[in-house]
Structure formats: structure tokens, C-alpha cells
């Protein structure tokens, strides 16, 4: 029997969402056909809402239903400690452990000449625009340990270096509450790399 367009139409959509494989969206797709008209209706507003009254920031580049994010705009973060990030999502994680006080710059991703992703299609210009007002002491490059991510770190401290600002790197390290027998080879030599004094 073949599938139904309309089905399979609605399950490759669903099938782009990351972490959303065929079997999923498949799953999804038949949960949906048992929906409401009101429920199917809700969904549909939400995701016309988010490209409608989502934006960037104009500053960091977060995302926002304002022309300036919270963070941006909150006179009690310190305007002298700028962390890097390649995502918002990064932005959400880093505030949930309360601990950073200082300001973001959102790359919009990461050098990949894979997937062709450039230094131009990134969020360097304003980043640069932001550096030149001087208040920026120190800048921490927060961008993931993966290949992409060490190749635009490497690239934003080269054209850092010109500039009289203290640029750091996110450290590496082990999990808390894991065991070394665990951790693979890589995390463990930056951890290394990475130690300091007690």
C-alpha cells in the first residue's frame, strides 16, 4: 500500500528538526492525524509566531522579540567580560549555571568549509564594532570542542590579537561525578593541558 502524500509530506518536514530521525517523525506525523482542529491550529500560530516575532539583538545577536536581548540591556553585567558563543542555544546553557556575570556575542555558527559555513557568514563585524567602543577587557572564546569550533576559535584570536584585550579559551575538563576509566583520550589531554594550581 503506498503511503499517503500528504503523511509523508508532513513526516520528511518533521524528519528536519534535529535529533528528529524517520521513525520519529513517522510517530509525530500519525499522532497528528489524531489531533483537533484547534490543537493542529495552536501548532501551526506557534511556528508562524517564531518566525514572525523572533529577531536578533541588534548588539549581540541573541534571540529576542525585542530590538536588544535582556542580557544586553541589564546595567548590572559587566560590560568589560565578553563570552563568544557560536549559538543562542549556548547562551541558555551557560545561564543555567548562574555563573558567568559578563556580556555575549553570538557567532551564528562556526567555521565549517564542510558544510559551507565562511568567517563571512558569521556575526564578527559587530563583534568587532563592539570592541572598538573600549569597554571590553576581556574576551573568553566559548565555542564547542569540536573541530569547527577550535578552527573559529584559532581564527577569532588572530584577529584578536590586535586589539589590547585579555582573550581566553573556554577550559576543557572532566565531568563532574564521573570516572576517569570513562573519559575518552581527548578530554583527558586538554584536561591536562588545562589543570591549575589547588
Known amino acids: 500500500m503506498e503511503k499517503l502524500k500528504s503523511l509523508e509530506r508532513l513526516e520528511e518536514a518533521l524528519s528536519r528538526l534535529p535529533g528528529v530521525g524517520k521513525r520519529s517523525a513517522e ?5 497528528m492525524l489524531d ?3 484547534e490543537d493542529l491550529a495552536e501548532i501551526g500560530d506557534a511556528i508562524k509566531e517564531i518566525k514572525t516575532n523572533i529577531k536578533r539583538c541588534k548588539v549581540c545577536g541573541m534571540i529576542t522579540e525585542e530590538e536588544e536581548c535582556s542580557i544586553c540591556t ?3 553585567r559587566d560590560e568589560s567580560l565578553l563570552m563568544i558563543v557560536s549559538y543562542p542555544k549556548d547562551v ?4 543555567k549555571s548562574e555563573s558567568f556575570k559578563g556580556k555575549y556575542h553570538i557567532l551564528n555558527g562556526e567555521i565549517s568549509l564542510g558544510k559551507g559555513m565562511h568567517t563571512e557568514h558569521l556575526n564578527i563585524p559587530s563583534l568587532l564594532e563592539r570592541l572598538n567602543k573600549g569597554k571590553v577587557k576581556e574576551i573568553i572564546i566559548a565555542t564547542s570542542p569540536t ?13 584578536l590579537e590586535s586589539y589590547k584585550i585579555n582573550v581566553t579559551r573556554l ?3 572532566l565531568q563532574m561525578g564521573g570516572n576517569l576509566d570513562y573519559v575518552d583520550p581527548l578530554t583527558l589531554s586538554k584536561a591536562l593541558e588545562g589543570r591549575h594550581k589547588l
Open 92 to 95: 541558555f546553557t551557560i545561564e
Open 147 to 159: 573541530v569547527d569550533g577550535e578552527t573559529t576559535a584559532l581564527y577569532l584570536a588572530k584577529i
Open 27 to 31: 510517530r509525530m506525523a500519525y499522532a
Open 74 to 76: 541589564d546595567s548590572d
Open 35 to 37: 489531533f483537533s482542529d
Open 171 to 173: 577550559a576543557y575538563g
